[in-house]
């Protein structure tokens, strides 16, 4: 589970500060107010870490056309485009175990690295490994050349051996070295957990695939569903044949979310390769196609589906996963998450516009249905062009102690003008 993350001069964000991330974390604000940056920062990591060319040289994987984010380059993710700021960006986890380091165990791990602006291209400043038992590692630029350290990037270990030491090294982006001969064991099980960590991380986005009359499968097993849910009839599929079908859970939710009685997925051809997705809409109603229904429920099976499929340990991030919900749906929808942290040991951290979802978990609070200690809410906002972000300090009754003003929109003040228009009305007729 993802503990910690900040992040320095991205996007709209001059400081995020420290962001204390829990199981289930919502992001709230207006459009535009930075939340989607915040998972970005999680994004731009996990694709940086599993980029597949070896040689490529850059501290971080901005993105391109089909990457999880497309951020264009260092100039476009600095804030204010500034190229002489500076880029930073810190993010803890706990291990699924204890694992040793060296001569330390451990059970956390914190990174964080800055990366600044060459002529050209984006360059490394500096990253770090630290755990709560006192074993820290450093790989920094350092200009001061001597017979011993030449100019370049160096390793500073501390903790691990009775002195620091200095050793010559090349980069590996923003978070390993290339040229790994002659460092110790310790520092590539931390290369190896920061991979393994962020390879757990599953996206999807606000806009999911549309419902298509048929689907493909060619028995293959997909880590995740992608992140328009392109491969969620996949994962259905595969579900099955694992053992572990997902089936259940999900005709559950879609009930519970009044949204249709039932689906089948049957194959269309001898080959098992085409299905077809058909639903009823009520207990006994006509089989019809997926495309045949309202919008909402190919927009939310995605979200089902994932929540079921990943593997414990998985972290998800969703972006609007009520988009396309009426009210009562996207309130329940906050049970599902709930269910999914607390019985899946998975981590959810979304972004939502959804007034219904969080008066749900306020409500889940309070009947004990999950501890306000395994929740953590954030609302974004724009000041003068920065972003801000302000933790909702909640109680142990679901009560919000700093509701900030107009979260939700001013409703007091729309029925008060409305009020208003209507004695207006009634005196000129009158």
């Not at 809409?281 to 019809?288: D, I, L, P, R």
């Not at 998800?316 to 906050?334: D, F, G």
């Not at 969080?358 to 920065?386: P, Q, V, W």
Request: proline share 5%; with cysteine; net charge negative.
């Amino acid at each position: 589970m993802i503990t910690e993350l900040s992040a320095q001069n991205f996007k709209s964000w001059q400081d995020t500060g420290k962001l204390q991330l829990a199981p289930l974390t919502g992001l709230f604000g207006a459009n535009n107010s930075g939340k989607t940056s915040i998972l970005q920062v999680l994004l731009l990591l996990k694709q940086t870490a599993e980029h597949p060319s070896p040689d490529w040289n850059e501290p971080l994987y901005f993105g391109s056309e089909g990457s999880l984010v497309n951020l264009g380059n260092f100039n476009t993710v600095i804030n204010r485009h500034n190229p002489t700021f500076t880029l930073g960006i810190s993010v803890s986890w706990k291990l699924p175990e204890h694992r040793n380091i060296g001569d330390y165990s451990t059970n956390s791990l914190s990174f964080s690295t800055t990366i600044i602006k060459n002529v050209e291209q984006s360059e490394l400043r500096d990253f770090h490994y630290t755990t709560v038992d006192g074993y820290n590692f450093w790989v920094s630029w350092t200009s001061q050349e001597n017979p011993i350290t030449p100019k370049g990037y160096i390793v500073k270990p501390r903790g691990y051996m009775t002195s620091p030491v200095n050793i010559s090294v090349d980069p590996f982006r923003c978070y390993g070295v290339v040229n790994r001969a002659g460092l110790w064991e310790p520092f590539l099980q931390l290369q190896e957990a920061f991979e393994n960590r962020f390879s757990r991380i599953h996206y999807l986005g606000p806009r999911r695939d549309d419902p298509r009359h048929d689907y493909t499968w060619g028995e293959s097993h997909p880590k995740d569903i992608g992140q328009y849910g392109e491969k969620m009839i996949s994962a259905l599929l595969s579900s099955r044949v694992k053992f572990r079908s997902t089936d259940e859970q999900i005709m559950k939710w879609l009930q519970r979310l009044e949204l249709i009685d039932s689906y089948t997925l049957n194959p269309t051809s001898n080959t098992d390769q085409y299905y077809e997705f058909l639903v009823k809409q009520y207990k006994g109603g006509t089989e019809v196609g997926l495309t045949d229904v309202g919008f909402g429920v190919s927009q939310i099976l995605p979200v089902l589906i994932l929540c079921y499929y990943a593997d414990e340990g998985s972290i998800l991030v969703l972006e609007q996963p009520e988009a396309h919900l009426h009210p009562k749906a996207q309130s329940e929808l906050a049970d599902v998450l709930i269910d999914v942290v607390k019985n899946r040991n998975i981590q959810i951290i979304l972004e939502s516009h959804s007034e219904h979802l969080l008066l749900r978990l306020m409500r889940r609070i309070a009947e004990e249905k999950i501890s306000m200690n395994d929740t953590a809410l954030y609302f974004c906002h724009i000041n003068n062009g920065t972003s801000e972000i302000e933790r909702l300090n909640m109680d142990e009754y679901g009560n919000i102690r700093n509701w900030p003003q107009d979260f939700f929109g001013d409703s007091t003040g729309e029925l008060i003008k409305k009020t208003k228009a209507e004695m207006q009305r009634r005196k000129v007729i009158g």
